[in-house]
């Protein structure tokens, strides 16, 4: 049996942008109607590289593992191990908000959901289910909770 177009693309862009940073590749991935948590964008191409640059600035061997990949219709939803070691200044951009963090040349491996929508094999929405706080806690940015 072989791989949905959709299952391809997202395992793909996992592997190509975000593992390798590929920027050029994006318009391979994204449809320029995309949305990223119910937010759409005038400039789809700009905003993603600047969301992997500053991922991938901060966190230079930052890794997605699939762990989990299932499909329905026009969904894709995964199972993700996420990882890095904090290397470079994280400027925290939406979703998240904050300082920018400067590095400490610590690690942190945390669980993520993502679902994704697509349309002709291109991603057209984004959701996701992330452990913000454990990589914060981990990278030693907050405290445990009741210490």
């Known amino acids: 049996m072989t791989e949905s177009a959709n299952k391809d693309c ?3 862009h996992f ?6 940073g590929e920027v050029e590749k994006i318009d391979e991935f994204f449809s320029p109607e995309f949305s990223n948590f119910g937010v759409g ?3 789809v191409r700009g905003i993603i590289q600047h969301i992997i640059r500053t991922w991938r600035g901060a966190f230079p061997d930052l890794y997605f593992q699939i762990d989990l990949l299932v499909e329905d219709a026009d969904m894709v939803m995964c199972e993700v191990t996420l ?3 904090h290397l470079g200044d994280f400027a925290q951009i939406a979703p998240l908000h904050g300082p920018t ?3 400490n040349g610590r690690k ?3 669980k993520h959901i ?3 929508r697509l349309k002709e094999a291109k991603i057209i929405e984004h959701f996701a289910v992330r452990d913000d706080l454990g990589m914060f806690q981990q990278l030693g940015h907050l405290n445990a909770v009741g210490e």
């Open 114 to 116: 993502h679902r994704f």
């Open 10 to 12: 997202v395992k793909r």
């Open 83 to 85: 990882s890095g070691t």
């Open 41 to 43: 964008y005038s400039d």
């Open 101 to 103: 963090l400067a590095p």
């Open 15 to 20: 592997e190509e942008l975000w593992n390798h």
């Open 108 to 110: 942190f491996t945390v």
